[in-house]
Every structure is written in C-alpha cells, then in structure tokens.
C-alpha cells in the first residue's frame, strides 16, 4: 500500500497505517492550502498511490481518470459528496469510506458551551474582569444575573450525530429536551422517554434555548426566519453551530435590537471571517466563536481512527484473495 495523506491525522493513527505500507503525510493545516483537483490525480498517477485520505480536497472525475491505480479514499468527513463525485468513484471501483459523526462531540459540547456562556453571561463579565472592573456584590446579582439551565426546556432542531450528543449531555443538566426531525424514526433510534418530539412551532414556542442541527439545503434554507422567531420567547436563546444560512440573519438582528428574543450564541457566519463593520460585533446580547464547531484535536484522532480501521479491514481483505 503507498497512501497519501493530506488531512491532519494523528500519530497513532499514521502508526498504524505505516505498519501497511508507504505513507506520505502533507496535511494541509501544515501547508496551508488544498490541491488543484487536476494537479492531484496527476500527482497520485505519477508517484503510484494507491490510497488517499483527505478533509477537504474536491475530487472529480477527472481525478480519477488521471490516477486509475487508485482504490480507497478515506475522507476525514461526513458530508462526503460535495467533495468526491461518488459517482464517478462507484464507476471505478474506488472504495469511499467517510467519518460520520467524527465531531459530534465537539460540536454538542460548543453548542452547549454558548449556551452557558449566555445564560451566565461569562464572555462579557471575562472582558469586565480583565478590564479591572470587579463590581460590588450587588452589580453581581443585578448586571450579572444569570439563569440556570436546570429545569429549562431546550429545543433542538435536527436529531443526527450532533443533535443527538446534545440532548444527552443536556439531560444530565435536568433540562426538558424537545427535538424537532421530520426524518427521525423514533422507534429506530430507542428515543428515551425524556425526551419529546414536537413540530418545529410548538417546540420554538416552549423553549428557552433553541439549537440549530440540521444540515443546510433548499428545505432548510432560511428555516427560522421573522414569522419563527416571533414564536419564541423573548427570554429565549438562539444557538446555532449549524449552518448561517438556516436563519435569516436580517430576521434575527432585529429580533435580536428589538428584544423579541434574549440573545444568539453563532458559531457560523454568513460571511466569514466577518468583517470588522458586522453588526454582529456590536451586539451584546450574542455570544460569537469563529466556526470552531469541530476544532478540536480529538475530532482528528477521532477521524484518524475510523479511518485506519477501515483501511486495516480493507489491507486485511486484499490481502487474503
Ligand atoms: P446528521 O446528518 O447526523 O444529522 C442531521 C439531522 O438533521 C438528521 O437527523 C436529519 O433528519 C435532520 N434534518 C434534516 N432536515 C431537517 C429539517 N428540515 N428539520 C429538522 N431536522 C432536519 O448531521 P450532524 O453531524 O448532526 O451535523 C448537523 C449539522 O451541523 C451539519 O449539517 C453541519 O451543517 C453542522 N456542523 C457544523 C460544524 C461546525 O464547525 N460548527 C461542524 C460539524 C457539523
């Protein structure tokens, strides 16, 4: 086996497959770039790899008509095809293993981090800190009074591998989890009894905390806008790790100036980076984190994992016919 390996991979991992074979490491968060799709399947043609493992290189037919040797790709991802033309793939021969869920964990975790951060308000009362302005105990209970998430009802949107990591962990904080997922078959999942499917207005309507975690499509573009937001609560939180686009982000700054609603925790952007004129900068009612949903060094190991398992599984197969 001769593998190229142009995403972060950890180094038991890559232990692992050099136990198999040849591997040439090129991450791109050491290079700083992705290869030319064209560039790419001449490259692999020319050097005889055989496998390639990548995040977020494109690969297009014309890829993989230029490297026929070619016969595993491991994409360190869960939405595969908006990078590999699986189609083309299938045609050739080309096993195409994905990573799904790979950043589950991280994601629930950030989404619930920003709702903390907001129901206790601990970015701005961290700016205030290091500013040098302690405030009197009685500010504490007045500028900086929080509320708990025990008790309180959080609604999420979209019951996948992230959703899902969500109500779990938000069940142990004693929170009333509402899900709201046309495509979930309750039955399937083992739904625990705790937590409540609901249509999408009954659940903005109850909660205090609504979680976006669904993917982003022609269905979902624009989800929440002005008529869904006027649903929820003015005491309620906006939290979204998912995609911008989801809600109508002109919607949401006014609900958001007006007080429809109590604060937004974004860890994505409708532009990004957002520029230093955003309105969102000026808000002090949201929470913001520069899409670093899945930024965590555990997401990689997590990828490097299930991608060597796989190849180990399909080096073990090759090798007994
Ligand atoms: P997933 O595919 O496991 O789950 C998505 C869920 O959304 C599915 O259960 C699906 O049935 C549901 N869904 C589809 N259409 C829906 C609709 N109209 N209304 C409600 N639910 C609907 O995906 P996941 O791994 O849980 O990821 C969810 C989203 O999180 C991704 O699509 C991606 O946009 C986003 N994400 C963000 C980051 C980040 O860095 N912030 C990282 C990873 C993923």
Redesign the pocket.
Known sequence: MKCLILAPFHFDALARLRQLGEVVYESWLDTGQLTDPEELGARLAAEAFDVLITEADFIFEETLAAAPGLQFIGVCR??VGQHVDMDAAAERGVIVVNT??R??V??AE?AIGLMLSLARKIPAAHTQIRAGQWQSAVDNLTKWQGIELYGRTVGL???????RAVAKRLLAFEMNVLV?????QPEALNLPPEIHLVA?DDLLHQSDFVSL?????E??SG?IGARELALMKPTAYLIN???AALVDEAALLAALREKHLAGAGL??HLIEPLPPNSPWLQLDSVVLTP?????TGDVIRHHSEMIVAEIERWANAVNVT
């Open positions: 869960g939405d799904p869920g950043n589950a991280a994601v950030l949107i979209g019951y996948g591998a992230i959703g709201y997922d046309p495509y979930i999408l975690h669904c993917p982003l499509n269905e979902t989800l790790t998912a995609r860890d994505v899409h670093i949903g899945g930024a």
